[in-house]
Structures are given as structure tokens and as C-alpha cells.
């Protein structure tokens, strides 16, 4: 059921970040082991460890562990250093919206033109 | 029939129906609840209909009642009410259905409003529902949530009327809170929306400055391996300067992701507060779209006194008032 009325980029929760301090040790942690992984792989590569064959896999851990610890990071910094945010936007048509009414075959465009939808989806409160 | 004998029939009603868990009871028409009442309540008061009958039960002549109590045995021969799907409600017809539904399996009049009125507030103070709440006593008592985009009234028959947000929130809240199986959640002490100053910005900053150091160290290795690509005529890899491309994307990145980050929790901490100070304000004089029946009379307003004993009494009056409404 949709809400009448324009409540575009209305914020119905706004929960500041937990930043427990769990969490916290846990990022810097991670960011302590990112930090030396990438400027080992950087000297690894470097000196030339790459060119055997046991220098070439131990340098392709050392990227995977730079990947994959940078994914935690961002997992972390998502769950608890971002604010908890609900905010209202424009419901975009779904396959069960399709071909109900005549009129309604393309939807109803929330900006007129290209740029304005760029700006729309830029900063949600740029002329409600 | 005094008020007094129609109460203790509501709570032996009550008793009845609390004492089976199972939520098809809570969820569909009780057709076995009916069945244990009946027994009991034709030996107590022979004149009066049995189970799930009501208040307008009262003036209902007893031949009526007999023919009412054929309908529902007939009724519950005829459907399975253990399973119990829409298309055998979309079969019954409303006779059918009035015969064998026991409004006491459901939760309705003054209790009904208390678990809306606390289920609302707990739900307001995990901000899944952006409104105020009041419990408005004077003339028929309600219960009203209202924000500034939309409202929502909650009568003690269980119905719901209102617009916007606030109403699709309120209305499944309102269901649930009308099933005796559903626990309430506890609403703490100050269940309210913060104050707009109290909502604070740049929280998270820690988590910024971490990544902040993360995407440097990219930044700066890759800028590192792109000059010692070009300085050094050693290395003449060329996983040199796509793993250095590689590292400056990475580093730009996440800047990105930390500038962004501070700019919408500007914005959205100022859009935040702008609207709990237009809450504030229509807290004051109501906005023109709210109802009469929303506005409470200027001095029985205050909601929240009410002696236990009152409580209590006007509980099974209201709860048979809406029967003999609902019917």
C-alpha cells in the first residue's frame, strides 16, 4: 500500500552509530593488518619474489588476504560505524506494477529530464 | 440482565478462550471454544445463548437461539476448522460465519487500547514507527498516533481509521495486539521520539578514520609501485602499474566512501531534526487533516490516571459494548 502525499526523503529513524567497543578494537586490528600486508605485497613485488615459483604463490596469499581483509573492514564499518538510517524513497516500479492501468505502462517519473534525475539521486532533497 | 452478571460472563468467556494457545484459536473462528462454552453456560442461565453469543444475545428470543445453535452445529459439520483456508471463508456466508465466530477469542474494548497504546509506544522507542501517541479517554475512548504526514485512530472494537504511513504501521500493530498469543513488548520508561537537539551528528567518526588510514596506505603504495615502474629500469613487469592502478582505484574508493559518509549524515541529521521539530510543532495546534474524534476535549484529556478498580470495571463493559457493536 502506498502512502498518499509526497513523503520523499522523509527520514522516519535516524539511530546514531553503536561503535562498541569491540568493534572497535576489531577494525583497528584489521586495519593495522591491512595497512602491513599491502606494503608487503608492494616490496614483495618489488625485490622480485614473484619470479619463483613458491615467491609467486606466497605473493598471490599476500593479495587475497589484502582482498579479503578489506572486505571485513567494510563489513564493519557498515554494521557499526554508520548511522542507523531508514529514510523514504521513490518505490520504483516492480514486474507486479506492470500493465495495470493504460496510463500507468511507464510510471510516474519523479524528475523531468536526465540531469535532474542525477541531482535527485545525488541529494534527495533537492526541491521537493 | 444487570452489568454485573454480563461481566462475569465476558471473563468466563475470556478464561475460556485464554486457556488454548494454539493461534488458529486466536486466528479464525473458534469453533471448539464455542463447543465447550455451550454445555456450561445453557446450565447456568438457560434463556441466554450460548458461547459465543453476546450482548445483543440478551434480547434474542429463545427459539432464535435454538435455531442458531442448529446453524452452528451444522456449520461445524459441514467445515474443517483445523484447516481452515480462504477459500472456505470466501464459502460461508456471513450467517454462517456470525454463528460460529466467538468475539472472545479476540482481545477488544479498553484492554485491547491498553496493549495497542503500550505496543505503540515500545514500537515508537525502536523508532519503527515515526509518531506520537495518545491515549485519549474523553468521550469514546481511542487511541490516536499521529506524525506530521499522516494518522491513525484505533477504536476499541479494533477497527482502525487514519491515512499515510502512520496508518499502514499502526494497523498490523493493532492485529497483533487484538491475539491473546502475542506477548507486548516492553516499552521503556521515556517511549518517546528524541528531541531534535538531541540527535547527534558525526557519530562513527572512529570508523571513518580508519578507513581513512586504509585507503592512504593504497593511495600511497600505489603511487609507489607506479613511480618505481617508471624510475627503476629493473622492473619492467607489467603487474607493476595494473597492481598500482589497481591500489589507487581501491584508495579512491574509499575516500569516497568517508566523504560521502560525513556529507548525507549532515544532511540527513539536519533533515532529521527539521522533522521532529515540525512533530514538536503540530503537537501544539493539530494538523487540519487529524479528525475531530482526534482532538481530545480540552480538560478530560489527560489520558494516563486511572485508578485500578476503574480500570477494571469499565474493561468488561467496553469489551461487551463492542460485541454488541461489532455485531
Same mark, same amino acid.
Given at each position: 500500500?502506498?502512502?498518499?502525499?509526497?513523503?520523499?526523503?522523509?527520514?522516519?529513524?535516524?539511530?546514531?552509530?553503536?561503535?562498541?567497543?569491540?568493534?572497535?578494537?576489531?577494525?583497528?586490528?584489521?586495519?593495522?593488518?591491512?595497512?602491513?600486508?599491502?606494503? %608487503?605485497?608492494?616490496?614483495?613485488?618489488?625485490?622480485?619474489?614473484? %619470479?619463483?615459483?613458491?615467491?609467486?604463490?606466497?605473493?598471490?596469499?599476500?593479495?587475497?588476504?589484502?582482498?579479503?581483509?578489506?572486505?571485513?573492514?567494510?563489513?564493519?564499518?557498515?554494521?557499526?560505524?554508520?548511522?542507523?538510517?531508514?529514510?523514504?524513497?521513490?518505490?520504483?516500479?516492480?514486474?507486479?506494477?506492470?500493465?495495470?492501468?493504460?496510463?500507468?505502462?511507464?510510471?510516474?517519473?519523479?524528475?523531468?529530464?536526465?540531469?535532474?534525475?542525477?541531482?535527485?539521486?545525488?541529494?534527495?532533497?533537492?526541491?521537493? | &440482565?444487570?452489568?454485573?452478571?454480563?461481566?462475569?460472563?465476558?471473563?468466563?468467556?475470556?478464561?475460556?478462550?485464554?486457556?488454548?494457545?494454539?493461534?488458529?484459536?486466536?486466528?479464525?473462528?473458534?469453533?471448539?471454544? !464455542?463447543?465447550?462454552?455451550?454445555?456450561?453456560?445453557?446450565?447456568?442461565?438457560?434463556?441466554?445463548?450460548?458461547?459465543?453469543?453476546?450482548?445483543?444475545?440478551?434480547?434474542?428470543?429463545?427459539?432464535?437461539?435454538?435455531?442458531?445453535?442448529?446453524?452452528?452445529?451444522?456449520?461445524?459439520?459441514?467445515?474443517?476448522?483445523?484447516?481452515?483456508?480462504? @477459500?472456505?471463508?470466501?464459502?460461508?456466508?456471513?450467517?454462517?460465519?456470525?454463528?460460529?465466530?466467538?468475539?472472545?477469542?479476540? =482481545?477488544?474494548?479498553?484492554?485491547?487500547?491498553?496493549?495497542?497504546?503500550?505496543?505503540?509506544?515500545?514500537?515508537?522507542?525502536? *523508532?519503527?514507527?515515526? /509518531?506520537?501517541?495518545?491515549?485519549?479517554?474523553?468521550?469514546?475512548?481511542?487511541?490516536?498516533? +499521529?506524525?506530521?504526514?499522516? +494518522?491513525?485512530?484505533?477504536?476499541?472494537?479494533?477497527?482502525?481509521? #487514519?491515512?499515510?504511513?502512520?496508518?499502514?504501521?499502526?494497523?498490523?500493530?493493532?492485529?497483533?495486539?487484538?491475539?491473546?498469543? +502475542?506477548?507486548? &513488548?516492553?516499552?521503556?520508561?521515556? !517511549?518517546?521520539?528524541? @528531541?531534535?537537539?538531541?540527535?547527534?551528528?558525526?557519530?562513527?567518526?572512529?570508523?571513518?578514520?580508519?578507513?581513512?588510514?586504509?585507503? /592512504?596506505?593504497?593511495?600511497?603504495?600505489?603511487?609507489?609501485?607506479?613511480? !618505481?615502474?617508471?624510475?627503476?629500469?629493473?622492473?619492467?613487469?607489467?603487474?607493476?602499474?595494473?597492481?598500482? =592502478? #589497481?591500489?589507487?582505484?581501491?584508495?579512491?574508493?574509499?575516500?569516497?566512501?568517508?566523504?560521502?559518509?560525513?556529507?548525507?549524515?549532515?544532511?540527513?541529521?539536519?533533515?532529521?531534526?527539521?522533522?521532529? *521539530?515540525?512533530?514538536?510543532? =503540530?503537537? @501544539?495546534?493539530?494538523?487540519?487533516?487529524?479528525?475531530?474524534?482526534?482532538?481530545?476535549?480540552?480538560?478530560?484529556?489527560?489520558?494516563?490516571?486511572?485508578?485500578? !478498580?476503574?480500570?477494571?470495571?469499565?474493561?468488561?463493559? #467496553?469489551?461487551?459494548?463492542?460485541?454488541?457493536?461489532? *455485531?
Amino acid at each position: 500500500m502506498s502512502s498518499s502525499g509526497s513523503t520523499y526523503g522523509d527520514i522516519h529513524r535516524y539511530e546514531p552509530a553503536r561503535e562498541s567497543t569491540a568493534a572497535a578494537i576489531a577494525i583497528v586490528l584489521l586495519t593495522i593488518i591491512e595497512v602491513v600486508f599491502v606494503f %608487503l605485497f608492494t616490496y614483495g613485488l618489488l625485490s622480485g619474489w614473484g %619470479l619463483t615459483d613458491t615467491g609467486n604463490m606466497y605473493l598471490g596469499a599476500v593479495l587475497a588476504v589484502i582482498f579479503i581483509d578489506l572486505a571485513f573492514i567494510l563489513a564493519m564499518y557498515r554494521k557499526e560505524f554508520l548511522p542507523d538510517v531508514v529514510i523514504v524513497k521513490k518505490r520504483r516500479r516492480k514486474w507486479e506494477d506492470l500493465y495495470i492501468r493504460e496510463e500507468d505502462a511507464d510510471g510516474v517519473p519523479f524528475a523531468d529530464g536526465a540531469w535532474d534525475h542525477v541531482k535527485r539521486a545525488v541529494y534527495p532533497y533537492y526541491k521537493r | &440482565m444487570t452489568e454485573s452478571s454480563e461481566g462475569s460472563d465476558a471473563t468466563e468467556r475470556r478464561s475460556g478462550a485464554d486457556s488454548q494457545d494454539d493461534p488458529t484459536a486466536a486466528g479464525g473462528p473458534s469453533a471448539s471454544t !464455542a463447543d465447550d462454552d455451550s454445555p456450561s453456560d445453557g446450565a447456568d442461565d438457560p434463556p441466554r445463548t450460548a458461547g459465543g453469543e453476546s450482548a445483543s444475545g440478551d434480547d434474542a428470543p429463545p427459539a432464535d437461539a435454538e435455531g442458531l445453535d442448529e446453524l452452528r452445529r451444522q456449520v461445524e459439520e459441514t467445515y474443517d476448522f483445523d484447516d481452515f483456508g480462504p @477459500e472456505d471463508m470466501a464459502e460461508m456466508s456471513l450467517e454462517e460465519w456470525e454463528a460460529v465466530f466467538d468475539p472472545g477469542t479476540w =482481545i477488544v474494548g479498553e484492554e485491547l487500547l491498553d496493549r495497542v497504546e503500550q505496543e505503540l509506544n515500545a514500537r515508537v522507542a525502536i *523508532r519503527e514507527i515515526f /509518531a506520537v501517541v495518545e491515549r485519549i479517554r474523553a468521550g469514546e475512548d481511542r487511541v490516536v498516533a +499521529y506524525s506530521d504526514e499522516g +494518522y491513525a485512530i484505533v477504536h476499541p472494537d479494533g477497527s482502525v481509521e #487514519g491515512e499515510g504511513t502512520v496508518l499502514r504501521d499502526v494497523k498490523p500493530t493493532v492485529a497483533l495486539c487484538s491475539m491473546d498469543s +502475542y506477548e507486548l &513488548m516492553d516499552a521503556p520508561e521515556d !517511549a518517546s521520539l528524541p @528531541e531534535p537537539e538531541a540527535v547527534v551528528e558525526g557519530s562513527g567518526e572512529f570508523g571513518n578514520l580508519m578507513l581513512q588510514i586504509v585507503a /592512504a596506505a593504497q593511495m600511497v603504495v600505489g603511487l609507489g609501485l607506479l613511480v !618505481a615502474w617508471i624510475a627503476l629500469p629493473s622492473l619492467s613487469t607489467i603487474v607493476a602499474p595494473i597492481a598500482a =592502478i #589497481g591500489f589507487l582505484v581501491i584508495g579512491f574508493f574509499l575516500f569516497l566512501v568517508v566523504a560521502n559518509a560525513r556529507l548525507s549524515d549532515r544532511f540527513r541529521t539536519e533533515e532529521f531534526r527539521n522533522r521532529l *521539530r515540525a512533530l514538536e510543532a =503540530i503537537r @501544539e495546534d493539530r494538523p487540519e487533516f487529524l479528525p475531530e474524534s482526534a482532538v481530545p476535549d480540552e480538560a478530560e484529556s489527560s489520558s494516563r490516571q486511572v485508578d485500578a !478498580a476503574h480500570d477494571t470495571d469499565v474493561g468488561e463493559d #467496553g469489551e461487551s459494548d463492542a460485541d454488541g457493536a461489532s *455485531r
